[in-house]
């Protein structure tokens, strides 16, 4: 499975993004897919995540202004993005895993994207 995202950029502080992630290959297999981010010297953390069914999760922090999404039919995944800060600066990532999210928790993502930057400005 491959992933590749898009839609990241240069935003203002208060502005949205849309994020995008194609996945090709066995994308038959997948089930939970994710969205993940890691700023600048921080750790990498979880932003929001859905299964093949459409349940999803979101990290505690970002709930009412991140819509985590998905298009099965055209094996994509979205994240929309709103009422950004410049804390949200950072490098995403689109993650898939053949696993449930709640085995993913434990056992991790199998499939990576490259990433996508936004950058939030002040």
């Known amino acids: 499975v491959q992933l590749v995202e898009s839609g990241g950029g240069l935003v203002q502080a208060g502005g949205s993004l849309s994020l995008s992630c194609a996945a090709s290959?066995?994308?038959?297999?997948?089930?939970?897919m994710a969205w993940y981010r890691q700023a600048p010297g921080k750790e990498r953390e979880l932003v929001a995540a859905i299964t093949s069914g459409g349940s999803t999760y979101y990290a505690d922090s970002l709930k009412g202004r991140f819509t985590i999404s998905r298009d099965n039919a055209n094996n994509a995944l979205y994240l929309q993005m709103n009422s950004l800060k410049p804390e949200d600066t950072a490098m995403y990532y689109c993650?898939?895993?053949?696993?449930?999210?709640?085995?993913?928790?434990?056992?991790?993502?199998?499939?990576w994207g490259k990433g996508t930057l936004v950058t939030v400005s002040a």
């Open positions: 290959g066995s994308t038959f297999t997948i089930d939970a």
């Open positions: 993650a898939a895993s053949p696993r449930s999210f709640i085995a993913t928790i434990r056992w991790g993502m199998d499939y």
